[in-house]
């Protein structure tokens, strides 16, 4: 079963979204909160496997309310789920510790999908954002990043690069020639080696090695 809380400043999208995800079986939703200061207290509170997060609320907004929530030390992997899809959200979202970026217009398949792939702490970002992120962020090469890197073997490093630019474990499976197990393992030992949260962070490490 997975736990969440859905925070949303707009009180027909916080429950029409709390509504339906209500409605899976394996989705148990333990509340709702309507702007950033809210959504600390709770789910630092209640500690929800996710939270999906909107960006733009009154006081504290939601990249804020994320970077917070992370600082606590709180398991909860947050999703933001937002209107808004220009560069600058998406890469301040996931650098404040965001594990996943969906679009409102998301069809219903998608954000449930997305949910349970944050929960298994795998990357929800819609492909067309990320190939956005990717095209339009300039490089900026961090000495401490690019050292980290270098302690990854160089079929690491393929797979990296192959998560950098959205691809799924399927997706590098059949690139790289090797199985999803193997796959799964790669994932692993990288965010071991480069102490990356999640598979997002992954893609915010890369990019600022300049690997994506």
């Known amino acids: 079963m997975t ?7 707009q009180f ?27 959504a600390v207290g709770l789910i630092t ?8 997060m909107d960006i733009r609320m009154p006081d504290v907004d939601g990249i804020e309310a994320t970077r917070r929530i992370i600082e606590s030390g709180c398991a ?40 349970r792939a944050v929960a298994a702490g795998d990357v929800a970002v819609e492909k067309g ?21 270098g302690r990854l073997s160089p079929r690491e490093s393929e797979v990296l690069h192959l998560v950098a630019q959205g691809a799924t474990n399927p997706e590098i499976a059949q690139s790289l020639f090797i199985g999803e197990t193997t796959v799964k393992t790669h994932v692993s030992r990288i965010q071991t ?20």
Do not use: M, N, W
């Open 193 to 212: 080696k480069l102490d990356a949260r999640d598979r997002v962070q992954l893609v915010v490490l890369a990019h600022r090695a300049g690997l994506a």
């Open 12 to 38: 027909l999208v916080r429950d029409g979204v709390a509504a339906i995800l209500a409605a899976e079986e394996d989705f148990t939703v333990l509340g709702t909160a309507a702007d950033g200061a809210e």
């Open 129 to 149: 954002i990320l190939a956005q992120l990717v095209r339009g962020q300039p490089t900026r090469e961090h000495p401490e990043v690019v050292a980290a890197l």
């Open 76 to 115: 909860t992997r947050i999703l933001i789920l937002t209107t808004f899809g220009a560069d600058d959200y998406v890469l301040a979202a996931l650098r404040a510790g965001a594990s996943g970026y969906l679009l409102k217009d998301a069809p219903r398949e998608s954000l449930v999908a997305g949910i």
């Open 45 to 52: 509170s209640l500690a929800p496997d996710v939270a999906l």
């Open 3 to 9: 736990t969440l809380v859905v925070v949303d400043d």
